[in-house]
């Protein structure tokens, strides 16, 4: 068992130097060694603890934040969580424009965390002034001495994982990592991972996980943003329906789409095989190994990253409730058999 006799001065001291972690059954018959790097090991359960951290801490060296004063976000996935941590320890006010569509559960856990919420309707343009986007900038506009983190735009969300995930990473693996696969939403991970690896060795390669009815793959390979790409799907905080700066694209040799379905179960998979109890992304990310493997784009010799970005607590009542998989129509797509619960009367 591990000992840890640290004692820590507030939670946030917790954030990074995430676990690397072999995958050992879930692999197995695959060519290579692979490891996944474990966000869910941050206090706030995932990757954006990170980015949260660096970019206010950026925002006091600058001057820009005094105590009190008031950090923004349109968010109601983990970025918003992470932030509503870190204010509360650093005493902020912490508000979080939330689209509508977002389930009460991840409303009610942000005022937990006590965030203020404003809960804008889904339903209208991101122009239009109700949109969360809109009344963002206007909460920014009103709060003097206020910051807006804009994560999809925001370059410092790189700079945090160029300055902690990816020296974590080179040297858990003792610099002989060869490929790193990690999904793509703002970018910020993959990219900032991705810079400092290639830093040390320029032949690592990096291979983004995009969704199917996300504009990402596409654009990398065009760079058009082509419309014709965009359609709805299930998977949270992968992929976009337009182009973030946070993302670099010259850093990722190449992408990878996976379905809603197959992630939704290798989520699963991950869980009852490897004791890894992970989010919907983490299950799309797996997915995009085994499609690289059944490739051939693996060599015996190679060591292979996967991040895994979050916790599977905040996918209850999606991905690991079988009444939602059956729903979606995921439970016909493939046949999995369900997990058996004999209820004694
Ligand atoms: N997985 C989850 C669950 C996320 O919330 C995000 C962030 N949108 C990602 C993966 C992708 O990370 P990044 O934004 O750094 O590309």
């Known amino acids: 068992m591990k000992k840890n006799n640290h004692v820590y001065d507030n939670v946030l001291q917790l954030i990074g130097s995430t676990p690397l972690i072999k995958l050992n059954t ?4 695959f060519i290579g060694e692979f490891y996944a790097k474990v966000e869910a090991f941050n206090p706030g359960h995932s990757s954006k603890d990170r980015i949260a951290l660096h970019i206010i801490e950026e925002a006091e060296r ?4 005094k105590p009190g004063d008031t950090i923004i976000e349109t968010t109601s996935g983990n970025t918003g969580f992470s932030i509503a941590m870190v204010s509360i320890i650093k005493g902020y006010q912490c508000i979080l424009a939330v689209s509508s569509k977002s389930s009460a559960d991840k409303i009610d856990m942000l005022k937990s965390m006590g965030a203020k919420v404003h809960v804008c309707p889904a339903h209208v343009k991101a122009d239009d002034p109700r ?4 009344v963002a900038k206007r909460l920014h506009k009103e709060h003097e001495g206020s910051i807006y983190i804009n994560q999809y735009f925001n370059k410092l969300n790189l700079d945090a994982h160029y300055k902690s995930t990816g020296p974590e990473i080179w040297e858990q693996t003792g610099g002989e990592i060869t490929h790193l696969v990690a999904c793509s939403g703002t970018g910020g991970t993959i990219s900032g991972i991705s810079k400092y690896l290639k830093e040390q060795n320029p032949n690592i390669k990096i291979i983004g996980v995009d ?9 990398h390979e065009t760079r058009e943003l082509d419309e ?12 976009k329906n337009l182009i973030p700066t946070a993302t670099d694209f010259d850093l990722i040799d190449k992408f990878i789409k996976v379905t809603d379905a197959e992630s939704a179960h290798t989520a699963r998979e991950i869980s009852s095989t490897e004791g890894l109890f992970v989010g919907y992304t983490s299950g799309a990310a797996m997915q995009a190994l085994k499609q690289l493997n059944e490739e051939g784009e693996f060599k015996p010799s190679d060591k292979v990253v996967v991040v895994f970005p979050d916790h599977g607590s905040r996918y209850m009542s999606k991905i690991y409730s079988d009444k939602w998989m059956e729903e979606q129509g995921f439970m016909d797509e493939i046949a999995i058999p369900k997990a058996k619960i004999n209820y004694v009367k």
């Open 131 to 134: 949109s969360y986007y809109e």
């Open 26 to 29: 879930i692999t197995s018959g």
């Open 211 to 219: 969704a199917y009815g996300s504009v990402l793959k596409k654009f």
């Open 228 to 239: 014709k790409e965009i359609y709805p799907y299930r998977i949270e905080g992968l992929g």
């Open 62 to 65: 600058q001057g820009i934040l």
